[in-house]
């Protein structure tokens, strides 16, 4: 689940068959990050818990404050 999680946060990331959107992005990597700590032994979610990790720290730091919450907020919803 958090690899599936992580993909598509790339593919907001980037552009990759959906239009670009930060936000969106970052809202996928956040719950990579949720589902590799709540549930570590489902799905071989513990093997990306890193990467997500990366990926939300990143991206977050690139964003505006505002776009970031945005983000964050999707997540919870």
């Known amino acids: 689940m958090a690899g599936a999680h992580l993909a598509l946060g790339r593919f907001y990331e980037r552009g990759e068959g959906v239009s670009a959107d930060a936000a969106r992005a970052l809202k996928w990597y956040a719950l990579a ?3 590799s700590r709540s549930r570590p032994g489902l799905f071989d979610n513990a093997a990306f818990a890193g990467r997500a990790l990366a990926a939300r720290d990143a991206l977050a730091a ?10 964050r907020t999707l997540a919870r919803e």
Do not use: C, I, L, T
């Open 33 to 35: 990050v949720h589902f």
């Open 62 to 71: 690139r964003m505006a404050p505002s776009s970031a919450e945005q983000g």
